[in-house]
């Protein structure tokens, strides 16, 4: 493995390459400064398997080293170090990631032998995986013969109940079964959706196939929740919410099995239609949840002028808060405003047991879902899942069936 550590600090220099020795690791080049590593780089980065960088470096800092690392294409492994505040530090790891680098992680000086052994074990693993590549986005002339074409379909993500782990419902999740490229995920779609006027015609269609879902599950005495997720663009036409009555009532399932996640991705146009028809589908015993809090326009204001019952926290909130102190205080916040408020309390993002634990034992969560408890599936693998999910949550409840 080729490993390139960078830091202005001789010592921190020498210290770090001799610990690498320790591990057995030979082909090391230091640099003081990111300008002379970035020139040893630009011919061939590939050359390169990992990067050690100090964040706080004269002439050009490890923000700036970053946004040079992508424009060379690089994509080895990235390790950040510093001695400056653990937030800052947590920022510029996210930056990096929202430049596609592979970072591994961030470390606070000074390094230690065990430390490096975990991430180049880390990095081991990561290396098999296949590079970044952008994401196509379809024309605005696509989607809209997708969604006319009857080529959308729904995947549904479990919610379970805490601290019990029961099933109480699922997340519904739009995807476009493309005839040429397969499965394709919403954040190809979506936006360009939204932008052109075709948001409510396909979150109409995603809504009458979950209701119709959850009817077929109903005969099975399966009671689920359906959440649908709908933004604010949905809600400009004041007969929104008898469509959604007209629409349960010929699926056949009552109104307050019908969850919507709010999510305002636009500013609020017409604020006095929109609070206008979210009190109505109050009234009619929908339940009201502001999805994503935290992010984008999600705000206090909505939660004083909008009569929502569920709050549903940001995964990026969520997920490693037991690790994070920033994210964790956020998440406390956030769940005790809820309570103190009279609202059920939701997480997304639940990708491990830390988060699992987490949720259930320290800031008792209402209700979770994620990765670790289930991916999206079609409505078809549903029952299969919760079979091996109730043989399965025992363990995680800490009794035996």
């Not at 960078?6 to 770090?16: E, T």
């Not at 430049?99 to 991430?119: D, F, M, S, V, W």
């Not at 009552?254 to 709010?262: H, I, R, T």
């Not at 015993?285 to 992010?295: E, K, M, V």
Request: hydrophobic share 45%; net charge negative.
């Amino acid at each position: 493995m080729n490993i390139l550590v960078i830091d202005d600090d001789a010592f921190v220099l020498k210290l770090l390459k001799h610990q690498l020795a320790q591990l057995g690791f030979q082909d090391i080049a230091v640099f003081q400064a990111a300008e002379a590593a970035l020139g040893a780089m630009t011919n061939d980065t590939k050359s390169v398997d990992l990067v050690f960088c100090d964040i706080q470096m004269p002439e050009m800092d490890g923000v700036e080293l970053i946004r040079h690392l992508d424009s060379v294409e690089y994509r080895g492994g990235l390790v950040l170090i510093s001695g400056e505040d653990e937030r800052i530090l947590s920022t510029v790891q996210s930056l990096a990631q929202a430049h596609g680098l592979k970072i591994l992680t961030a470390l606070r000086k000074p390094t230690t032998l065990e430390q490096l052994q975990r991430i180049l074990e880390q990095h081991n693993s990561l290396s098999a995986l296949p590079l970044y590549s952008a994401r196509k986005i379809y024309s605005v002339e696509e989607v809209r013969r997708g969604i006319r074409g009857g080529e959308l379909i729904n995947h549904y993500q479990p919610k379970v109940r805490l601290p019990s782990g029961e099933v109480t419902g699922v997340e519904v999740l739009v995807r476009w079964q493309h005839p040429e490229d397969g499965l394709v995920l919403p954040d190809q779609f979506i936006d360009t959706a939204e932008e052109h006027g075709l948001i409510d015609e396909l979150t109409r269609i995603v809504l009458v196939k979950a209701l119709q879902d959850c009817w077929h599950w109903q005969q099975a005495n399966l009671s689920l929740s359906i959440a649908v997720n709908i933004s604010i663009s949905n809600l400009n036409s004041v007969d929104y919410p008898d469509f959604i009555v007209q629409s349960a009532k010929e699926a056949g399932v009552d109104l307050s099995n019908v969850v919507l996640e709010v999510t305002e991705s636009q500013l609020m146009h017409n604020p006095l239609t929109v609070l206008d028809i979210l009190t109505r589908l109050r009234l009619k015993n929908i339940t009201l949840s502001i999805d994503d809090f935290g992010t984008g326009h999600s705000s206090l204001t909505q939660l004083r002028d909008i009569p929502f019952n569920e709050l549903k926290v940001d995964a990026g909130f969520v997920h490693d808060a037991c690790h994070q102190p920033a994210r964790r205080a956020i998440l406390e916040a956030s769940f005790d405003m809820a309570r103190r408020l009279g609202m059920k309390t939701a997480a997304e993002g639940v990708e491990n047991l830390d988060d699992w634990r987490f949720l259930t034992m320290q800031v008792k969560c209402d209700i979770a879902q994620g990765y670790f408890i289930a991916k999206p599936m079609p409505a078809g693998e549903l029952f299969d899942w919760m079979q091996e999910w109730e043989a399965r949550r025992p363990s995680l409840m800490g009794f035996k069936p």
